[in-house]
């Protein structure tokens, strides 16, 4: 299966991603899933010695560790931005960082206004966004766009607009777009959504191309791009 520039495509991710060429893609930003169990077979959970990331965290509901050799496979060179759980961050650390040797960053939204409720536990005010590139990818952008740390309201006109419980900011994303590319560069997005990464990418002159499986979103996206929100208004202004 061949997928056309400055496209969303409705496709399992898992399975179209192993059409695209080697080295065909500049930078992928994603969100994907963040839904996983977690087990122990290997030992505590933390013990690095000899422990393949698949040991001890399964990435399940849309997130299989499976993919991210694949990430590896259509990247130019590892330059990648992925939303995670506070549970992921293990998994992608181990094998990133670990078996990758790639440089690092760990990029964090905090919400001002979530639900005061959290029982016996922590609130959940914060998103974390880790940022992996080889050694040798340039990272360009400026003291504004190459900050990693945002602290913001949750962008409720954005979810009442598509209509999507995850969609993040797209000045966040256009920055991450602006900091690990250039003009005309392919910026991938294989759990596209409500097309955030698409939105941000043309806004910047990058090229797109995004895969999301679920029918329902692939609409909301491709509407978005045509200024088309979740409930069919047509807005005058875009994004």
């Not at 959970?45 to 399964?58: A, C, D, I, S």
């Not at 900091?179 to 990418?201: K, Y």
Request: charged residues 25%; contains cysteine.
């Amino acid at each position: 299966m061949k997928f056309d520039l400055d496209t969303i495509n409705c496709v399992d991710s898992y399975q179209a991603i192993k059409d695209l060429p080697d080295k065909s893609v500049d930078l992928i930003v994603t969100d994907p899933p963040y839904e996983q169990s977690v087990k122990h077979s290997a030992g505590k959970f933390g013990e690095k010695k000899n422990l393949h990331y698949e040991q001890y965290v399964e990435i399940s509901d849309g997130f299989k560790a499976e993919i991210l050799d694949e990430f590896v496979r259509v990247l130019n060179r590892i330059n990648l931005y992925i939303w995670c759980s506070k549970s992921q961050i293990p998994a992608l650390l181990q094998y990133f960082v670990i078996q990758r040797k790639c440089n690092w960053n760990l990029i964090t939204w905090h919400k001002t206004n979530v639900c005061p409720t959290c029982n016996n536990k922590y609130m959940n005010d914060t998103e974390y966004c880790f940022f992996f590139r080889e050694k040798g990818v340039p990272l360009f952008g400026n003291s504004e766009s190459k900050k990693t740390f945002y602290v913001t309201t949750m962008n409720v006109n954005d979810k009442k607009k598509f209509d999507h419980s995850t969609i993040k900011p797209v000045h966040i994303i256009q920055n991450f777009i602006l900091n690990s590319s250039s003009e005309g560069d392919l910026v991938f997005d294989p759990f596209i959504g409500s097309g955030t990464t698409a939105v941000a990418s043309r806004n910047l002159k990058r090229h797109y191309l995004g895969f999301e499986i679920s029918e329902r979103w692939h609409k909301v996206a491709t509407d978005r791009l045509n200024n088309i929100q979740a409930g069919g208004q047509l807005s005058l202004f875009t994004e």
